[in-house]
């Protein structure tokens, strides 16, 4: 079974600053996919950044990139230019490849606070 | 486009009592899901579907059970409720392409409080 780790419960961070979000997984699978799922103040959960194993090149959207180290199943989020629209739960999830039903492992959650 | 919708936002329910929740999605997705959010612990999946006439179970289906007659909708029954079953109750959609995994849409979520 896999499991999702998220060590920080809470962060805070000051608006226009970086923050780095931690992510750890543990599998056997060698195929799969990561990702990033933020819940705002409204509950609705927003696909954030997604990953795939098999690519070494971190992925990137806009201010929101990810440091993807495979061996270490690591999986970090650095959101730059911090806005207080970012303030939220942030969830690491994980999918296997080709899963039937394509269902997510998520993780506790680390909620981010951006200080004005 | 409404996306996912769920029916009811705000439900309390007493020990031993029955309800429904409604998932309706208008994006012609294949696979729906429900999950359950906790303090602490993420959000867990307790039914899936791939497609209509079609259900499964997730990690935590215990007390619950579901259906999908119609491809949009996606009912979650509780039949006899527990105050363990206290929880935010998440659904949500997806389409079977490869270049749309993972990239699910959720409803806004029913809060449940068992007394």
């Known amino acids: 079974a896999q499991t999702v780790t998220q060590s920080q419960p809470e962060m805070s961070v000051q608006e226009a600053e970086t923050v780095t979000l931690s992510c750890t997984y543990d599998t056997s699978e060698n195929n799969y996919y990561l990702f990033w799922y933020k819940q705002p103040p409204s509950r609705q959960m927003i696909l954030v950044i997604r990953?795939?194993?098999?690519?070494?090149q971190n992925a990137t959207e806009n201010r929101f990139s990810v440091n993807f180290q495979k061996a270490a199943k690591s999986f970090s989020l650095k959101i730059s230019d911090s806005q207080l629209g970012d303030t939220a739960m942030y969830f690491c999830a994980f999918m296997k490849h080709f899963d039937y039903g394509q269902n997510f492992v998520f993780g506790p959650g680390t909620r981010l606070s951006v200080l004005p | 486009n409404a996306g996912v919708t769920q029916t009811p936002k705000f439900r309390v329910l007493k020990t031993g009592q029955s309800m429904t929740l409604l998932c309706a999605q208008d994006m012609n997705h294949e696979y729906m899901y429900w999950y359950r959010q906790d303090p602490g612990m993420g959000l867990r999946l307790i039914h899936y579907s791939v497609g209509e006439g079609t259900t499964a179970k997730g990690e935590v289906p215990d007390g619950y059970n579901v259906s999908r007659l119609k491809k949009q909708n996606f009912l979650l029954g509780l039949e006899s409720a527990a105050p363990s079953q206290t929880s935010v109750y998440f659904c949500?959609?997806?389409?079977?392409?490869?270049?749309?995994?993972?990239?699910?849409?959720f409803g806004q979520g029913t809060r449940l409080t068992v007394v």
């Open positions: 949500a959609s997806s389409d079977a392409y490869l270049p749309s995994v993972g990239k699910a849409f």
């Open positions: 990953q795939e194993a098999y690519k070494q």
